[in-house]
Structures are given as C-alpha cells and as structure tokens.
C-alpha cells in the first residue's frame, strides 16, 4: 500500500498571506490527523477528521482550519500567516477508530515544511 | 502542550551498543506508542503498547509500560549506525470519547549511534 502523502513538501510565504496543505491518507484509513512540528513546542496536535467531520481540536487559533473530502483526502488551511506559524506540518491516517482505541495506530507522511517570511 | 519528559534528550552510544530512552507521563492513557523521525522528516511508527501490556517486543525493539509510574522505556538493542534519529513516545487518551485521533507526544531523545 501507498504510505501517506503530503503536498507540497515545502513552501515559502510571507506574512499575511494564506496556505493551504493537502494530504492523502493511506487507502482504507477514515482518519487523518494533524500535527505542527517546531523547535519551540515539538509536536502538537492541530485537529482531527473523520468521515468529513472534525471530530477533535488542539489549542490553536482559529486562523488553522481543515476539511475532509469524501476519498478522506483532507487539506489543512492558514490564513494570515504569522512569523510563527513558520513549522513542519505532519499529517498522520489511522483506520476507523472510536471503537477499539488501542489498536490507534497512527502513520505518518513526510510533512510540509513551511517557512514564512 | 506536552504529555511528558523523556529522558535523556540525546544519547550518544557506539554501534553494537544498547540504547534506552525513557517517557513519563500525566494522565490516563489507553495506549502509547514510539515513534523515530530522521532529521526532520515524517515519523515512523516503531510499536504500540497497550495499557493492559507491560512489555512488548519488535525486532530489536523492547518497550516496557508501568502505568503504576506512569512511564515507559524503550530500548534497542545491537544498535546500529543506522538507529540515529530522534525518538519520540506518543499517548493516546480516549477520555469521554473525546480524544479521537489525538496522540500527545514527548520532548524526544536524540539518539545518535557512531559507527
């Protein structure tokens, strides 16, 4: 099976502008979580989707939203851009959960580096 | 923020060596897993262990789980050049069916294995 996909793998914007991330789960995988990777905070959980629908949400602005499409292809969107929000972005697909949480497994892509200027 | 610590934040070992790195934590948990990640790339899932567990193998991989302490130790044995990465652990919590998705991970211990 194809591992998990993101694109693009880097990006350079400035502040202000907006971004959007894509990531294509594993085939089969329902769920696709979000993490932001930096320096600073390591790694903390954005939010995660589920069948279309956010099931979960970390500690972050609203300028940070997703969405999930039907193939549970799911795109992550910053608006405004700040200096920090300068991070890798990591998703992650897991099998349907909720039922059985310990077999959660979670899989990772290979990021989205974003640097903002 | 946060789940826990791990400790050591880097270790240095020679190949052939073994490595433990350990991960406390604060709340409950259903599960937790380790995951390495190569010079800032995407994470590899290593193992997961469950609450019930208390030792699982993989490999060269042993992972321990004392919920009592409310730690974790994972140990590779043999390293090999090839093991140098950073290591993180993750937790998983359910709580009121509202931690979908969500794993809570470590500070990370940079392993370094010289050939």
């Known amino acids: 099976k194809a591992g998990v996909t993101q694109t693009p793998r880097y990006l350079i914007k400035t502040r202000g502008q907006q971004v959007t991330l894509s990531c294509s789960p594993i085939s089969g995988h329902r769920s696709v979580s979000w993490y932001q990777q930096t320096p600073g905070q390591g790694l903390q959980f954005l939010f995660e989707?589920?069948?279309?629908?956010?099931?979960n949400k970390g500690n972050f602005p609203g300028r940070f939203s997703g969405r999930q499409f039907s193939n549970s292809r799911s795109e992550m969107n910053v608006s405004t851009l700040e200096l920090g929000d300068s991070a890798l972005y990591l998703c992650a697909s897991s099998l349907p959960s909720g039922r059985n949480p310990n077999t959660d497994t979670q899989y990772f892509g290979p990021g989205t580096r974003l640097t903002v200027l | 923020s946060q789940q826990g610590e791990e400790d050591p934040q880097a270790l240095s070992i020679q190949e052939g060596e073994n490595a433990t790195m350990n991960c406390s934590y604060k709340?409950?948990?259903?599960?937790l897993q380790w995951y390495r990640q190569n010079s800032g790339r995407g994470l590899v899932h290593l193992i997961l262990?469950?609450?019930?567990?208390r030792e699982k193998h993989s490999g060269r991989l042993r992972v321990t789980l004392d919920t009592s302490k409310k730690s974790s130790s994972l140990l590779i044995t043999a390293s090999r050049a090839a093991d140098t990465a950073s290591y993180f652990c993750?937790?998983?919590?359910?709580?009121?069916?509202?931690?979908?998705?969500?794993?809570?991970f470590g500070q990370g211990t940079i392993l370094t294995v010289h050939p």
């Open positions: 262990i469950r609450s019930n567990e």
């Open positions: 993750a937790t998983g919590q359910y709580a009121g069916g509202t931690s979908y998705g969500k794993l809570t």
């Open positions: 709340t409950s948990i259903n599960n």
């Open positions: 989707y589920f069948s279309e629908t956010q099931r």
